[in-house]
């Protein structure tokens, strides 16, 4: 597609013919593949001790504050975001001596400084108000919660339930008023795909550790103790749709470290299907089909075409009767099962606790008492939507149809576009998320963050 069809669109793609010095040093295939296997070590040094892991989570922050002041080179927050997206599951399974809510504030706080540092340099900034009301529309019921629980509750219930939509709000206000060159946007996909590998070296010596292991038909703490398995799913298999992608976009990657995405492809794969819970491959699949489908043509059609037969062959070979062996046969049992986990009665009593409390909810947090007078559990939310709507009422209900219709903007926004392809299986996979799950995870603020982005193409 030419400059003059982009032309039509808000977002001006400019023509690039190579990369600049300001692309960093990631956009050297090399120095990518460096990057990332160093932090094969550092899976093993985390493993050793809490004060290890601590230590990494303060200096990624240190790191990030320090970028976002500085004046130049303001795509680099974006970097740091997208490494702390990545290693948010890593300091909660190595038990990192920082608060639950760590990854997700230290994100809201370094897109706060660069939203401040780009306000001083350009003296306002594009957004839409939508993103905005998505976030306010959710505070009122935050009285409710203050006035039924005492104050220290209240505020860990505020601040959990609420730490996941503020994040959405800041990433979107500060990735859609940053421009990315095609490299750069490569540099921060790698970023993300960095301490997952760190993250997958703590997982298999832990899956060691244990040794022998019953597996049930439901999800299981193998690959650790400290954190629900779903969360570990999830970023393993949004790592995997992240490198199909890199690999996808750049045919020019470094032999070595093409073969080293593809290893890295099955290796989630595995990790992902051993903690039983489901969510994590299935979205990937879907998004790769998306973007398959929507995205893939002429030579990167059969790139694509190829890095799925590889890992395919792999799979049928290897990794499926790997996993059947070790799992004593229950692995296609329990992928093979489709049913809710308990999901739609959660989701039920949601409604039920909404149609009781329509106008403000129950307020943040206060839902999950209710669950356990109409469950007989106390069970957390698993579904994003049903937990807005009991927490926050029908102003909960307005807040997500704002956000569907930016979401909607954005894609329309990036129609005949190389990103447009990207951008949906990116949608689908935050949509698809928060169907099985709430906002525990910084992920979906990022990934949503990147839909708001502008990216100028090679």
Known sequence: MNEANFSRRPYKIVQLQRHTKNDGILSNPVWSLIFILLHIPLGLIVSEKSVFTTLHALIVLFIGVFWALSKKRIERSTYIIAYITGAEVLWRMTDARVFYEYGKYSVVLISLISIIVLLRQRGRLKTSALIIWYFILLTPSILITLLNFAPNIAMDKISFNLSGPLAIMFCVLIFSNINITKAQFNNMLIAFVAPIVTMAIVATNNVLLHGSFEFTGQSNLLLSTNISPNQISSIFGLGMFIIFTLLVLDSNHYTLLRILFVGLICAFFVLSALTFSRGGLYLAGISILVLVTLFIRGQWRFTAIGIIFIIAVVAQFGLFPFLENYTGGAFFERFGDISPSMRDQIGAADLKIWLDNPIYGVGPGGAVGFRRELLSLGASAHTEYTRV??????????????????????????????????????????????????????????????????????
């Open 389 to 458: 709507l009991a927490e926050h009422g029908i102003l909960g209900l307005v807040s997500m149809f704002f956000l569907f219709v930016y979401i909607g903007g954005l894609l329309k926004t990036h129609y005949q576009t190389p990103f447009w392809g990207i951008a949906w299986a990116l949608v689908i996979w935050a949509l698809l998320y928060f169907l099985i799950n709430d906002t525990r995870l910084v992920a979906p603020a990022f990934v949503i963050g990147i839909v708001s982005m502008k990216i100028s193409y090679n």
